[in-house]
């Protein structure tokens, strides 16, 4: 069964940094793509990093380019999302989501997209 936990949320000050994982299990993270996504109170949900699987390519969405990086660790099936230079506007309950045999392409509709979807973890900014 796959299974997707996302954990390393928490309240931060601006300018700070934080660190999600997204640990997977029941697949191996190498063999999905990858996506996280956020959604702020009262928005509509906001796909912002992505990693292929063998390609190993990531794009990123302009809100966060030069400051959230994805990566992946196979020996822990885990993927991270480093977030540095945080601002108030990142604040979101933060998802990742898995789908084998996709491109990394920054979905609009990426419900149609990844079967399967953690459970989300909160990130605020706030001085």
């Known amino acids: 069964q796959v299974q997707l936990v996302e954990s390393g949320g928490g309240l931060v000050q601006p300018g700070r940094s934080l660190r999600l994982s997204c640990a997977a299990s029941?697949?191996?993270?190498?063999?999905?793509?990858i996506g996280w996504f956020r959604q702020a109170p009262g928005k509509g949900r906001e796909a912002i990093a992505c990693i292929s699987s063998s390609e190993r390519s990531t794009k990123y969405a302009d809100s966060v380019k030069g400051r959230f990086t994805i990566s992946r660790d196979n020996a822990k099936n885990t993927v991270y999302l480093q977030m540095n230079n945080l601002k108030p506007e990142d604040t979101a309950v933060y998802y990742c989501a898995a789908e084998p045999s996709v491109p990394c392409v920054l979905y609009r509709d990426a419900d149609e997209v990844f079967d399967s979807w953690g459970q989300g973890t909160q990130v605020t900014v706030s001085s």
């Open positions: 029941g697949f191996e993270v190498d063999d999905y793509t």
